[in-house]
């Protein structure tokens, strides 16, 4: 399956948005509560908000015009009272919206996060890191922004317009056209050019993603640059991406800026329509002077929010592009799905590949037609040359991929049948450069162990005696209590190992995968580790892959594994010289 993200094109986005909108509602129903209170605020405030023009013009004509001061005072008082409670509107309604964006921003990065927790490790071979980051962290908040700030400004614009529009036309019906005549030019420039400003800001995400993983990529590798003074590369690629980001931005940023000054110009050309032909109706008789102020108030109110909305239109188009990069990682869907258990073959091995063929996506097969079994209880040594396909077969055994064609069985029931809990469960995998995350040993060592989550550390102790372990820990100053920093240099690889190791001993697994995991480990470390591999429970399984021999020499079955095939190579001896035989031959 294509997980790669930035392998749809834009205009494939395009088409897809309206299905897309449509999953957004769903999400924005969950703040329906918030939302309704806040329009009916908004309601009212835009109510108050569009009888100041009639208060004002009332007040020129009736108490202006006579000199009636008390009168003046009188509705200048109304006024400000109308302003006072407008402005306490708006405050309830800015921190009611900001909530409910913090909340979608929360909602969103969950959902996201959880998405990505469920993909297969295909997704992650196929992304950059540093562009997941990018969709988890900017696009989410280019959504937060838009509901925080720019919902109710939109909702609010587009409802002052309206009341607006019907008071300029039902005043003055001839005035309300030539007033409102510009709108229809700036309607029809606004959609004209929207779907071009939605792609050149999907473009912009699109190449801050790229920064993101290059930033990212030379950051997580700084050793190796400094090391082979590769430092004008990775400033090379880096000025690349930073150049491209800079021309999307620009070019974004350029359309985005447009709508501002094209509808300010609109608005002026409405507001001398007003005024020309306001003033001659006023030598007619027909207006007022106080009319005419409360008209030319309207107008502004039809077009304020104009100018404005020019603002969030941009913002709404680069929320919607960063809607639909979200987007695109929540409609994935894992390929690794469970399927229904079928039936189950009677005194079946721990594991059994049956005819297995496999080949990384987009890539040439790498197992051809393998098959093997794995009992219950018995120590298998995968051993063969770089490259040969060890650690793709022990991937098929934790069914970090599926099998392309043929079967792998795990206790005589399809693999594929186990929920993912169920299986990890029965089989540990160590990995050769295993994942610890900030926090003690402890905390990472029953890291996903419900048995012993709730541990005291002397507890843990004991426990850890018990499966000998402690020898382990001694390694560690701090023993349980040694402070793990994730990415951080204050551990070696070798330790690292060792925690990965007591982790997975401590879930009791049917069947324990060892990659190369005492590659980095010094000869006495690897003894003890030795030891407690004999100390499993003796239904333990266990698969060693590793390329010092020494480390296989107890090893019940031998299998060889050379140009994705799978050969039993027998005894320790007959192992070691096929592969100083396949070293001969290359
Ligand atoms: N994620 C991947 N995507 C594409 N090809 C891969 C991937 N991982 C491994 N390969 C390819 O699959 C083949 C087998 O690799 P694998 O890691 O299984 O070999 P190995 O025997 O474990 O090697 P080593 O002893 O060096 O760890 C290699 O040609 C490798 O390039």
């Not at 009888?51 to 509705?75: E, N, R």
């Not at 909702?155 to 317009?161: P, T």
């Not at 372990?469 to 100053?477: G, P, S, W």
Request: aromatic letters at 10%; a neutral charge; glycine letters at 8%.
């Amino acid at each position: 399956m294509n997980y790669n993200l930035n392998n749809t094109d834009t205009t494939e986005q395009q088409h897809t948005s309206g299905k897309r909108l449509l999953k957004l509602l769903a999400y924005i129903k969950t703040e329906h509560r918030a939302l309704i209170v806040v329009f009916g605020i908004m309601i009212i405030s835009q109510g108050l908000s569009i009888t100041v023009p009639f208060v004002v013009g009332y007040t020129i004509d009736h108490y202006v015009a006579t000199k009636d001061f008390s009168g003046i005072l009188k509705y200048a008082g109304i006024l400000l009272g109308m302003f006072t409670v407008n402005l306490a509107f708006s405050y309830w309604q800015t921190k009611m919206m900001g909530s409910v964006g913090q909340r979608m921003l929360y909602m969103l990065r969950n959902a996201l996060f959880v998405k990505i927790q469920e993909l297969p490790i295909a997704f992650f071979n196929q992304n950059k890191t540093g562009d997941l980051i990018s969709r988890i962290n900017n696009d989410t908040d280019k959504m937060n922004q838009f509901f925080s700030q720019s919902l109710v400004q939109f909702a609010s614009g587009i409802m002052s317009m309206v009341g607006a529009g019907i008071f300029l036309l039902s005043i003055n019906f001839k005035l309300g056209i030539a007033t409102l005549a510009p709108a229809v030019f700036l309607l029809l420039f606004t959609r004209v050019l929207s779907p071009l400003v939605k792609k050149r800001n999907a473009a912009s995400m699109k190449s801050t993603g790229s920064m993101s993983a290059e930033i990212q990529e030379s950051l997580s590798n700084f050793k190796v640059i400094i090391a082979f003074n590769r430092r004008d590369y990775f400033r090379k690629r880096f000025d690349e991406v930073n150049q491209e980001n800079y021309g999307t931005a620009k070019s974004a940023g350029v359309l985005n800026n447009i709508f501002t000054p094209v509808f300010s110009l609109c608005s002026q050309i409405a507001m001398l329509a007003v005024l020309a032909y306001g003033i001659y109706l006023i030598s007619t008789g027909e207006f007022t002077v106080g009319l005419l102020i409360s008209y030319l108030s309207f107008s502004s109110y039809f077009y304020n929010p104009i100018r404005q909305l020019a603002i969030l239109w941009t913002n709404f188009q680069m929320a919607m592009a960063g809607w639909d990069r979200i987007s695109q990682i929540l409609e994935l869907e894992s390929d690794l799905k469970v399927l229904p258990a079928g039936p189950v073959k009677e005194n079946a091995p721990l594991i059994s590949f049956q005819h297995v063929h496999f080949g990384y996506p987009g890539g040439k097969e790498i197992l051809h037609n393998v098959s093997f079994n794995l009992e219950q209880g018995k120590t298998y040594a995968l051993v063969g040359p770089t490259g040969g396909g060890k650690t793709t077969t022990a991937s098929l055994i934790a069914r970090l991929y599926d099998p392309t064609a043929g079967e792998v069985l795990l206790n005589g029931r399809d693999i594929r049948s186990y929920t993912p809990e169920e299986r990890t469960r029965k089989i540990g995998f160590i990995l050769q450069e295993p994942f610890l995350f900030s926090g003690t040993i402890q905390e990472n060592i029953v890291y996903g162990n419900p048995v012993y989550a709730d541990y005291t550390a002397e507890q843990l102790d004991a426990v850890m005696e018990k499966a000998g372990l402690n020898t382990l820990l001694a390694r560690f100053e701090d023993g349980l209590a040694t402070n793990i920093v994730s990415g951080n240099d204050g551990i070696s690889l070798g330790q690292k190992q060792l925690i990965a190791f007591m982790r997975a001993v401590l879930r009791d697994p049917d069947l324990l995968v060892l990659d190369e995991a005492t590659a980095n480990i010094d000869t006495v470390t690897e003894q003890q580790l030795e030891a407690v591999l004999q100390k499993l429970p003796a239904h333990t399984t266990r698969v060693i892959i590793a390329h010092r021999l020494n480390t296989i020499e107890n090893a019940d079955e031998i299998f060889f594994v050379n140009n994705g095939e799978i050969a039993r190579a027998g005894s320790f001896s007959h192992a070691m010289n096929m592969l100083v035989q396949h070293e001969r031959n290359t």
